[in-house]
């Protein structure tokens, strides 16, 4: 029994930055692991980061090198998020130990 709460998103233009923040209701421990997918119009549902409880990370192929995820606290892990491209645009999803699931925060890259 976990609940997610995400914050962060928003519109920012090509080449901007966003943070996107995803605090769970039970510490995460270092067995557990938290992430995020995202979501586009038309598509389907696209990895994007995950990090263990031991701060082991991954990252999708489309996202490397622009991307960050960190563990902000025992119970949060945030997304940085840099160098944006229109492409990037979608649903963004705090999941946790691939059976909980945030309800989304919308990110759009546009001029």
């Known amino acids: 029994q976990v609940q997610l709460v995400e914050s962060g998103g928003g519109l920012v233009q090509p080449g901007g930055s966003l943070r996107l923040s995803c605090a769970a209701s039970?510490?995460?421990?270092?067995?557990?692991?938290m992430g995020w997918y995202r979501q586009a119009p038309g598509k389907q549902r696209e990895f994007v980061a995950f990090i263990t409880g031991g701060n082991i990370t991954n990252y999708g192929d489309s996202v490397k090198g622009r991307f960050t995820i960190s563990r902000g606290s025992a119970k949060t892990v945030d997304l940085q998020m840099n160098s944006l491209k229109p492409e990037d645009t979608a649903v963004y999803y705090c999941m946790y130990n691939s059976r909980y699931w945030g309800l989304g925060t919308q990110v759009t890259v546009s001029s």
């Open positions: 039970r510490t995460i421990d270092s067995i557990d692991f």
